[in-house]
């Protein structure tokens, strides 16, 4: 049972490099998020998506973009990296039958420094 | 603005019960949710509260008052595995999760 899967778990960029992550979902979900977790504070949504081939913006989307070409694939890319990006990113999918219970289903993490 | 606030860290005895506040303010008020996150893992789902009242699962259980913006999750015969980070998120009135920052829970021995 794979269920969210995320690559890279790890990575080290250059101010100024660009990046995707991908995230992958094997539960036939429907809604997927991409949040940022960083000390000391709550995770904050980056960019989300309720379906494919629809994106959104969450409450931190500036430096992001993201696409969702397949319904069981979420893109975070970084087009020019920041320092201030440096973070620990989690993809978390949902299905809308479960929109009572809101459960998340995330993937274990990509840990990313950016110098 | 929105806020979650909850104690940074908690330390308990193993066999104890050991109490988590969360204290929220939203817009809009869709449910509270409690995750658990064992360190350098992924966050999991705990317990879900929509109704005032208590909501038990096991050693775990979890309060809601929504007139007081309160939450607590109620951990019973605490087992070192139980050490982890607790998670409180409210989901507002556009239905996005708000985080709190996090409970890192420490069991001794």
């Known amino acids: 049972n794979a269920g969210v899967t995320q690559t890279p778990k790890f990575r080290v960029l250059k101010t100024g490099q660009s990046m995707t992550l991908l995230c992958a979902q094997d539960?036939?979900?429907?809604?997927m998020y991409w949040y940022r977790q960083d000390p000391g504070m709550g995770l904050r949504l980056i960019h989300y998506s309720v379906g494919e081939g629809t994106t959104a913006k969450g409450e931190v989307p500036d430096g992001y973009n993201v696409s969702r070409l397949k319904k069981q694939n979420f893109l975070l890319g970084l087009e020019s990296a920041a320092p201030s990006q440096t973070s620990v990113y989690f993809c978390?999918?949902?299905?809308?039958?479960?929109?009572?219970?809101?459960?998340?289903?995330f993937g274990e993490g990509s840990r990313l420094t950016v110098l | 603005g929105q806020n979650i606030d909850q104690p940074t860290e908690m330390t308990a005895t193993e066999g104890a019960i050991v109490q988590i506040n969360c204290t929220y303010q939203t817009s809009g008020f869709n449910g509270l949710f409690w995750y658990q996150q064992h360190a350098g893992e992924a966050p999991t789902f705990l317990s879900y509260n929509v109704l005032d009242g208590l909501e038990e699962k096991g050693r775990f259980s979890s309060f809601l008052s929504r007139s007081k913006g309160y939450s607590y999750l109620l951990l019973k015969e605490l087992q070192m595995k139980d050490s982890a980070s607790y998670l409180c998120a409210v989901r507002d009135s556009n239905y996005q999760l708000i985080w709190g920052a996090g409970t890192k829970l420490i069991i001794k021995p």
């Open positions: 539960m036939n979900h429907e809604y």
């Open positions: 978390a999918s949902k299905s809308p039958e479960r929109e009572n219970t809101g459960e998340l289903f």
